[in-house]
């Protein structure tokens, strides 16, 4: 099942840790397990990317908080022009961004949605639940809790 509607880029390097050389750095070793996963790129000692940089997965500084790395970032921590989701409620945990506006963004490698916010200037994202739109968000808004079970984000 591809994790985005668009192909993830050819080419792309996968690094991972072999079981003989298992890293002790736990946020390596989810940057591992995303990239085993979901393919990806790693890009910064904490991100994954994928259709060059157009989604971009921000672990949180410190992955030993939980299985899916959950620190706190803002709503600010979504960069303009962006929408975001994230692993924790307000806007914390681990970060999946996606800069272009596509339909069936997969939220797959975040694991739990538990908050979304949209940074772009216009435009409006819908979060799904299979086919069940359940979270709608205007421009420069956010949700600081939603519901689990989201599974993909349009925007338009």
Do not use: H
Request: with cysteine; aromatic share 6%.
């Amino acid at each position: 099942m591809p994790l985005f509607a668009l192909p993830v880029l050819a080419g792309a390097v996968a690094l991972s840790a072999s079981p003989a050389t298992a890293s002790t750095d736990p946020t390596q070793d989810q940057v591992d397990a995303v990239i085993a996963e979901f393919g990806g790129t790693q890009t910064a000692p904490n991100e994954v990317s994928w259709d060059g940089g157009a989604v971009v997965l921000t672990l949180a500084p410190d992955a030993a908080a939980d299985s899916r790395g959950i620190t706190a970032f803002s709503v600010g921590g979504c960069p303009s022009g962006a929408f975001c989701a994230y692993s924790g409620t307000s806007y914390t945990g681990s970060r999946l961004t996606f800069s272009a506006c596509t339909t069936g963004n997969s939220v797959a490698a975040l694991g739990t949605v538990r908050s979304l916010a949209n940074s772009r200037g216009t435009g409006t994202v819908r979060a799904y639940d299979g086919w069940a739109t359940v979270a709608t968000l205007g421009p420069n808004t956010g949700a600081a809790s939603v519901a689990a079970g989201i599974d993909k984000l349009n925007c338009s």
